[in-house]
């Protein structure tokens, strides 16, 4: 049996899903031209589907989504994979319960990372989602997986989904390729907003266990129950 046979058919629905996923980058502004992407991890192997390499958001569709494995090695496709594979693929290496990952250079959150600077918790919603401040990882270059440790370095010691990479932009992991997409619209949204208050003063932080109150709340009660 090949490598995919198995999951050939959750493959398919990640495609699928991964190039639906992508419409919501341009959507909320968070890229332009043919940057940033998506990835899945696929269940029950060592494998991802992510974006392939320099694709227009307009030419995305479920037939062009490439699958590798955690070598960032081709596996099924007929396009070169995502130039940030190898770093999408060490952090599902290495992080286990991370079933999605996002980059982006979405304006706000990367003029944050141009500064080297962290997105300090004075928002509600930060600590929501972020559980703190949204950190800065190290500077690393493209190509290999010297991002994806930068990216699993920093995020081992945080509760942040999101991570701004010094000089380069936000990578975001979630539970799955959706929430990884929801953390990176929120993460360029708290970025505007701090900013704009920036320009009005010195913004109030909000006490840490108001934040972990507000984290527990919103990530263990906020929403609605599962239907059976």
């Not at 999951?7 to 398919?12: G, I, K, L």
């Amino acid at each position: 049996m090949s490598l995919l046979g198995a999951v050939r058919d959750t493959v398919e629905q990640l495609r699928r899903q991964v190039a639906d996923l992508h419409a919501e980058l341009p959507r909320n502004a968070l890229v332009v031209w043919t940057a940033g992407n998506v990835s899945a991890r696929v269940p029950g192997a060592d494998l991802l589907v992510i974006k392939p390499s320099g694709v227009s958001y307009d030419e995305i569709t479920p037939e062009k989504m490439v699958v590798t494995d955690f070598d960032a090695n081709l596996v099924d496709g007929e396009l070169l994979p995502s130039s940030d594979t190898a770093a999408h693929a060490y952090v599902y290496r290495h992080m286990p319960a991370v079933g999605g990952v996002v980059h982006t250079h979405s304006t706000y959150a990367t003029a944050w990372s141009a500064r080297g600077e962290a997105i300090p918790c004075v928002l509600t919603m930060i600590a929501d989602e972020f559980g703190g401040e949204i950190p800065v990882g190290p500077f690393a270059l493209i190509g290999d997986d010297s991002i994806g440790r930068g990216i699993v370095e920093t995020l081992r010691h945080h509760r942040s989904p999101a991570v701004l990479m010094r000089n380069h932009g936000p990578f975001t992991v979630g539970r799955d390729a959706r929430a990884a997409v929801k953390a990176a619209v929120l993460c360029e949204d708290v970025a505007r907003t701090v900013h704009i208050a920036r320009q009005l003063g010195e913004p109030v932080a909000i006490d840490r266990a108001d934040v972990d109150s507000l984290y527990a709340r919103y990530q263990n009660v906020y929403g609605q129950e599962p239907t059976q």
